[in-house]
């Protein structure tokens, strides 16, 4: 594999076990079937991390539009004037 590193890793016995018997499967070396499987987790890894970074980047955008609004009235969890305000939205009252 061009560019690659040798690496040593500590396996528990029967994960190194199952790995054997995949490759045996595969007809492929339990190194070989490995290295695939490590790859593959530290894309997902790379993946995972950047979606996260996106999601906590959009968040943070958003909550700094938090509050810099007026609406000239205070607003709160005053659930009878929500209902009122959504009702008036609703019906196409302008």
Same mark, same amino acid.
């Given at each position: 594999m061009p560019g690659s590193i040798a690496v040593s890793i500590p396996l528990?016995?029967?994960?190194?076990q199952a790995l054997q018997v995949e490759a045996d499967c595969e007809h492929r070396s339990i190194e070989e079937?490995?290295?695939e499987l490590l790859s593959v987790g530290i894309?997902? @890894?790379k993946i995972?991390? +950047?979606?996260?970074?996106a999601h906590r980047g959009g968040l943070a955008d958003l909550m700094r539009h938090a509050g810099a609004i007026s609406l000239g009235k205070p607003t709160g969890l005053d659930n009878a004037q929500i209902d009122?305000? @959504?009702?008036?939205?609703? +019906?196409g009252k302008e």
């Open positions: 528990p016995l029967e994960d190194y079937l490995g290295a894309s997902g @890894l995972a991390r +950047s979606q996260n970074g009122t305000d @959504l009702a008036y939205e609703y +019906s």
